[in-house]
């Protein structure tokens, strides 16, 4: 839909693009001061699990934001956190192994689990629960097959968090399960709207913390997607093969890269709490608009900038993008992440091309809940 976007938009159309999954602010002007100075120097290689000085930054602010303490062995650091999950899955997974991912999921994530022999057990994760993994779900759904289980908290689409119950219960159902590792992509921890800290499943079971690989980065915090710099925490047997496939892979992430990653951690973090503010305001306008349509159920994201509505009735979500492409705004049907009827909107865009997108979707949509998909041809756009 990005791409349809842009070549639309470069064909001369007026389009809203609320399909993006990246902060549309700069990286810290700390951070680029930083690369540029250190693009002066030599930039040779580094360990493949990373900068020194990157490890220690990270587990520094791990132990600030989740109050964890872990190794230098145990950590390492990968080209995005993308690549530390798909290195943690190749190393780990054998042909036929399950990997359990609720849905709504992060669009990666089965993929990856396929490329590397894995067959991902998808549990659907509705809205009026919160989009959130229940316990008895969880325990359904493990077998001795079952390698990893997934948790994404803040969800990409979802937005949805975990409270100390609920991340407790699901680690009850774990410990039942000695055979089962646990991935925890906590990418968007940061970026959350609520004051309560956060619940990292590393730090409510420390018994399982042989099982966990917690993930982290500065793609979305920091506003560094591009740079490409995310890391993982786990078990040190574990960490050192996620190394070794880094090392025989790419090597090691960008050395400039690095040292911009080592800046936005160390230096100054009010850059957080400030855009979340501007994340919150956006959320609240998008939402706010879109409550003009009764053809939307606009849950409320506790983090992450995604909206991701419900198209009441039995609308289908990839007949309804396309026609609000025709109407002038972008946005990814919810089938991409596992979860038809959903649209997801990115409020990591401007608030008045936000606004502007969302009042495009309560036209398009009217009042009325969508019809049926064999109702919404796909007209072409004019000139
Ligand atoms: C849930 C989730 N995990 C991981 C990533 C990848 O992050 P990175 O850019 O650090 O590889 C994304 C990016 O969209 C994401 O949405």
Redesign the pocket.
């Known amino acids: 839909m990005a791409r349809r976007a842009a070549e639309l938009r470069a064909a001369g159309h007026d389009i809203v693009d609320l399909t993006l999954?990246e902060p549309d602010f700069a990286a810290p002007s700390h951070v680029a001061d930083a690369a540029i100075e250190a693009a002066r120097g030599p930039l040779g290689y580094t360990p493949s699990n990373g900068m020194p000085a990157l490890r220690g930054a990270a587990r520094q602010a791990v132990a600030r934001n989740r109050g964890l303490d872990y190794a230098d062995a145990e950590v390492a650091v990968g080209c995005?956190?993308?690549?530390v999950?798909f290195n943690a899955f190749l190393t780990t997974i054998e042909p036929g192994d399950e990997v359990i991912i609720p849905a709504p999921y992060?669009a990666?994530y089965p993929d990856m689990v396929r490329l590397c022999g894995g067959r991902p057990v998808i549990i659907p994760c509705p809205m009026v629960e919160g989009f959130r993994l229940s316990p008895s779900a969880l325990a359904a759904a493990v077998t001795p097959r079952t390698r990893w289980v997934v948790l994404?908290a803040p969800g990409?689409p979802s937005g949805t968090l975990y409270d100390y119950a609920q991340m407790t219960a699901l680690a009850e159902v774990l410990r039942l399960h000695p055979h089962v590792l646990v991935m925890s992509?906590e990418?968007?921890a940061p970026i959350r709207y609520a004051a309560e800290p956060y619940v990292s499943i590393a730090a409510v079971a420390i018994d399982l913390r042989d099982r966990i690989l917690l993930v982290d980065?500065v793609?979305?915090a920091y506003a560094m997607?591009g740079w490409?710099v995310?890391w993982g925490f786990g078990p040190q047997a574990l960490i050192a093969r996620i190394t070794a496939v880094e090392g025989q892979n790419c090597t090691q992430t960008a050395t400039l890269s690095q040292i911009a990653a080592i800046a936005a951690l160390d230096g100054p973090q009010d850059v957080l709490a400030e855009r979340n503010t501007v994340y919150r305001e956006r959320r609240d306008a998008g939402v706010a608009v879109l409550a003009g349509s009764s053809a939307l159920t606009v849950p409320v994201p506790e983090g992450a900038f995604y909206l991701f509505p419900r198209l009441n009735g039995s609308a289908d979500d990839v007949a309804v993008a396309d026609r609000l492409l025709e109407a002038g705004v972008a946005t990814v049907p919810g089938s991409a992440f596992g979860a038809p009827g959903h649209l997801r909107l990115s409020f990591a865009t401007g608030t008045a091309s936000l606004e502007e997108g969302c009042r495009r979707i309560v036209a398009a949509l009217g009042e009325q809940a969508c019809p049926a998909p064999s109702f919404w041809p796909f007209y072409p756009l004019s000139a």
């Open positions: 999954g995005g956190a993308k690549q999950i992060w990666s994404n990409n992509d990418i968007y980065g793609s979305k997607t490409r995310g």
